[in-house]
């Protein structure tokens, strides 16, 4: 049976988690504990760079993540990754759900003052199955790829687009 998922923003208490489930997953892009204090940091309207972070989780403890930037007038996620532990179970669909509806939302907010976000983005390796049928679940298709844009090992990245329209 699948466990009661709960998502939230993302505080600055979750970041040793966060780099724990970051850190066990290969697949993750991977970045320091000072980056995650700056998407933390730039949760916010002002912030030059806007991000959403979320966790997912039982009430006890976060099993995913997901961090996201508002770029060039479309999301782009930057990292999603449950524990090995947890996979499965729900939490990922969970997080790229959770953050559809509330990237939606604040793009009619940007909208409304004269900017345009029509879309979210993303770059996996064309090898992450697992993630791939994630995003595909949720409707995004291939919008390209990029040749041996990853290294260690090299591969090519396959880009997916969800459109809001
Ligand atoms: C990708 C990842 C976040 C999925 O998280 P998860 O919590 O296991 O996913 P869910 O249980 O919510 O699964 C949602 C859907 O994703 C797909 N999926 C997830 N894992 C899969 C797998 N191993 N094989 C095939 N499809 C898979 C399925 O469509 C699934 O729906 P279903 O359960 O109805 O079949 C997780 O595998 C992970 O952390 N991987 C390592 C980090 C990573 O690759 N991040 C992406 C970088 S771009």
């Known amino acids: 049976m699948k466990p009661v998922t709960h998502v939230r923003p993302a505080v600055p208490g979750d970041i040793p988690r966060i780099l724990e489930i970051e850190r066990e997953a290969e697949a993750a892009a991977h970045f320091s504990e000072a980056d995650y204090q700056r998407a933390l940091a730039s949760d916010n309207t002002e912030a030059e760079v806007r991000r959403i972070v979320l966790v997912a989780g039982t009430p006890e403890l976060v ?3 997901l961090v996201a930037r508002f770029l060039q007038e479309e999301w ?15 939490f990922g669909a969970r997080l790229v ?39 595909e679940k949720f409707g ?8 041996a844009y990853y290294r260690n090992p090299e591969e090519d990245a396959i880009l997916y687009r969800y459109s809001f329209q």
């Open 140 to 147: 995004f298709t291939i919008a390209g790829s990029r040749t």
């Open 97 to 135: 759900e959770t953050f559809l509806q509330l990237s939606i939302c604040s793009t009619k907010r940007i909208e409304n003052s004269g900017a345009e976000a029509a879309a979210v983005f993303l770059e996996v390796r064309e090898s992450n199955l697992a993630a791939r049928r994630l995003y």
């Open 63 to 65: 099993q995913g993540f």
């Open 76 to 90: 782009e996620i930057e990292n999603v990754a449950v524990t090995k532990g947890a996979r499965r179970l729900g």
